[in-house]
């Protein structure tokens, strides 16, 4: 080895140098590169290097460092130039940790996350940016551009979009199967992954958990179709944590691992994120997978090279980079504290005023809520270097009392009262005073207690309760409990973590046991109420400032879905008897999702996603008016878990999911946040030049403060073939107005961006049709409405081959993976079963072809303009196969021309279809 080889000289073009690596790597070498730890190349002076460093709203897992808001609470600014600031000081810190411990801290960061925010209920929610894919992109480019830095030919990291596809559930998400029709794909959950890719701003993938019609994300065809398609340098596919494994395991897609993990790197996988840091199993997969001709060298190489890409376009086999100086004085320095309290300042949506905010002539606040005095930390958090809380914040300001407005409770059973005890230990029955506890209310039936006598949490170790951790916390959350009723008013512990119950052994210690008729019955006194202790102390405040909210790691994070919106029946009635004792009460809302609540005559109440350390002061900056507070919602607010289709239910179009195609009246909208000021909107123009909109309104601050206002624009089609969007996020503009001053607003609109996609053709189109411009202040408080016409196309009417999967409408179908490796197809859940083909000419057509098959064997019908009456036009017996064996079933068809609508009915269930062709017998 001389150090003179041509892949270390950073005057020779990026894509030659690594062919120069490769050529010199064997074909063992080339393996080891395909695990998360990837092996060194001594013999070459190739270290070792590993993908996967947390760094979602800062630096996570490695210690403490700078913690931003949560990601949902960083896209409600609405101001992608913050978004790409905390993006550029995560990175800095990442750099740090790096430089200090290279091993510990690698390069290759896994953020953002660009999962629309489908449906509130996810588990993941605060991970994600919007529910608008638009949106999503915009946050998720700015986020990933502050990461990869600034330097145009280095990446200071190398940023990773997470979770490549359809993924928003966290119930069965290993085996649950995303249903997703081609137009939802093209347009609502590709459009997210689009820019951060097609900029190079990202230059990694990692695949979900979950099945996409049929097939593991991590075997998607799309990941070479579509994704490498758009980014303009090779792009690295990792995979999620453990996620090879299951594509024998959980999902029982492959039999064997080397065929698995083949047809994952033929897919476009690169980097197995499995078993940690041994990586001798997955290797030996591979190796196995070549010995048996399942996979060619030619994969390997492919492979290989994305993940050289990344390591080359790092630096590592330059001489130097241009952030080789970043050092640890970055971590938590003064320009990151303040960047924290901006961006947390700036987060907050004001969502109610009846004018109690701003606060003016407050000398004393009443601080309430579980969440009052306390910061949370999520999954993806770094660890606090410190914690600025709503009390400290606001005790800055002006005197403060505060209560966390928990019950105070005792425990007894028979053999007597519940005791803690004082070192930590175990819990047990039988002492002889009764020990307290108070109990907190997460929402969702989850409820944790902590013993006053230590001020701990009760926690599970092992199988014995003890009270030893600071709150819930880990993985694998220990310390929080359902409350089962029993007879003669008792209660039943049940550990939400194991399912197990909370029983009594013979030595009085509280251990878990299996069986339910074991669990000890235990009646619960309340020696304090929480609700009594919130009334007395904000009747004897000027305000009451009521904190609630979620914890990030209870009902509702990775791997638990919520089955409710509500807020914690508990935390709803201390912000009822709070209202009740002081009408100036504010209801402060910290949550990484929508919530809602019981008492409609709140004066005022504010939103923030968990703000990170500075939370404290940014919100006294805008309670007390210092800032104007300048946050929208990102996603609708629902005035109910009722309104929402299954969560399991991806197709936005058909069940009118999103701010998109909802038709009721939300609590709040898409888009939705008040200012301390007013704003009128004027003067709405319109116009197309060529292949372009362009649109300008004037809005005035017609208040007495200064304000902030984003000006927000949306389009909707107003006749066209399909169901289009009741309104759709075009642009937006944040402006920043003094008392009476007025700005001009505009929007630059491609024509090409109004393209939806259409089925019969496989492609997007604009059609020539009247479209609405509206403009205001959220997606349903628009101000201002003008009407343009463009000169599109109009989609013919279908003919020949028709895709099942490409249909119009569908009714109990399932989509499913014509093949292992690619394509669509659809199969019936349910007799009568059917999918709709609009406008087909049947031209000359004399026979049909339809290429089906179904393991029990059945009947599909063609009607022509109803699926139950309409006249058959064929009908097509199909025979028993195999999974993946279909057959060509022709089928005559009667002397019927012209252009109809056609029904292809299943008249059993389980019965697939991959194509009709009309064009067989013309």
Known sequence: MTMQEPFRDPAVPIPDRIDDLVRRLTLEEKVGLLHQYQ?????????????????LHGLAWLGPATVFPQAVGLASTWDPDL????????????????????????????????????????????????????????????????????????????????????????????????????????????????????????????PSYNLVNGRPAHLSPLIGQVLRAWAPDELLVVSDAYAPGNLTALQGYHDTLPEAYAHAIKAGLDSFTQDDDRSEATLGHLREALAKGLLSEEDVDGAVRHALSIR???????????????????????????????????????????????????????????????????????????????????????????C?????????????????????????????????????????????????????????????????????NGWEVRQT????????????????????????????????????DQAVWLAMDVVRSGTEQAALLAAAADVAVVVVGDHPLVNGRETEDRMTLALAPAQDAVVRAARKANPRTVMVITSGYPLTWTDDELPAVLWSAHGGQEYGHALAEVLFGDADPEGRLTQTWYRSEQELPDLLDYDIIASDATYLYFRGVPLHPFGHGLSYTTFDYADLRV????????????????????????????????????????????????????????????????????????????????????????????????RLSARFEVDGETVPPQSGLLRAAAHDEYDAI?????????????????????????????????????????????????????????????????????????????????????????????????????????????
């Open 404 to 472: 966390e407005a928990v019950d105070r409770v005792t425990l007894s059973s028979e053999a007597g009262p519940v005791a803690a005890d004082p070192a930590g230990g175990p819990l047990s029955v039988g002492a002889a005073e009764a020990g307290t506890f108070d109990l907190f209310d997460w929402g969702g039936g989850a409820y944790a207690l902590r013993a006053v006598a230590t001020g701990r949490f009760v926690s599970v170790d092992g199988v014995t309760l003890v009270n030893d951790q600071p709150g819930p």
């Open 687 to 782: 116009r197309l030049e060529g292949d372009v909109v362009r649109a300008e309104a004037t809005v005035t601050n017609t208040g007495t403060r200064p304000g902030v206002e984003v000006v927000q624009f949306y389009t909707h089609q107003q006749r066209s073939r399909v169901k289009q969007p009741l309104r759709r996020l075009r642009g937006f503009e944040k402006v920043r107005l003094a008392p009476g001053e007025s700005r001009a607003v505009t929007l630059t609109l491609p024509v090409s961006e109004l393209a939806f996609w259409d089925v019969t053709r496989g492609g997007f189109v604009v059609e020539s049709a009247s479209h609405q411009l509206m403009v205001g202040r959220s997606a349903t408080d628009l």
């Open 83 to 206: 978004v790409r600031r905390v993006g550029e000081a995560t990175s800095d810190e990442v750099l740090a940790f790096h430089h200090k411990d290279p091993s510990g801290a690698g390069r290759n960061v896994w953020a953002p996350v660009v999962n629309p925010l489908r449906d509130p209920r996810w588990g993941r929610n605060e991970e994600g940016y919007s529910e608008d894919p638009w949106l999503t992109g915009v946050m998720a480019a700015a986020y990933a551009r502050g990461l990869r830095g600034s330097a145009p030919e280095i990446l200071k990291t190398a940023p990773t979009l997470k979770h490549f596809l359809a993924y928003n559930n966290e119930t069965d998400r290993c085996t649950t199967s995303s249903n997703v029709p081609p137009r939802v794909l093209h347009e609502y959950e590709l459009p997210a992954f689009r820019p951060a890719i097609e900029q190079g701003v990202a230059v990694a993938v990692m």
């Open 814 to 922: 399932t989509f499913v993976d014509e093949t292992k490796a690619d394509g669509d197809a659809v199969r019936s859940d349910a007799e009568g079963a059917w999918i709709l083909f609009r406008q087909v000419d049947l031209g000359a057509a004399t026979t049909c072809v339809a290429t089906a098959g179904s393991t029990e064997g059945g009947v599909i019908t063609v009607r022509r303009g109803d699926p139950l009456y309409g006249q058959a036009l064929a009908t097509f017996p199909v025979p028993r196969t195999d999974r993946y064996g279909y057959h060509a079933i022709t089928a005559s068809l009667p002397a019927v021309d012209g252009v109809h609508d056609l029904y292809v009915v299943f008249e059993n269930d389980g019965v697939t279809l991959v194509q009709l062709d009309f064009g067989a017998g013309a």
């Open 312 to 402: 080359f376009r790092l630096g590592e086999f330059d001489p130097a980079t241009p952030y080789d100086d970043v050092n640890g004085n970055v971590v938590n320095c003064p320009e990151h504290q303040a960047l924290a309290r901006e961006a947390a300042r700036r987060s907050f949506v004001l969502l109610k005023n009846d004018g109690v905010l701003p606060l003016e002539g407050v000398t004393k606040i009443a601080v309430i809520g579980q969440l009052g005095d306390a910061l949370m930390e999520d999954w993806y958090s770094g660890t606090l270097p410190y914690a600025v809380t709503a009390r400290q914040g606001l005790g800055e300001r002006c005197e403060t009392v505060f």
């Open 39 to 55: 092996a060194p190349v001594e013999r070459l002076g190739v270290g070792a290097f590993r993908t996967g460093t947390e760094a």
């Open 481 to 516: 409990f359902r409350l089962e009723e029993r007879p003669r008013g008792t209660l039943a512990l049940r550990h939400i973590s194991t399912g197990c119950y909370v029983g009594a052994g013979d030595d009085g210690v509280l251990r878990l046991v299996d069986d339910a």
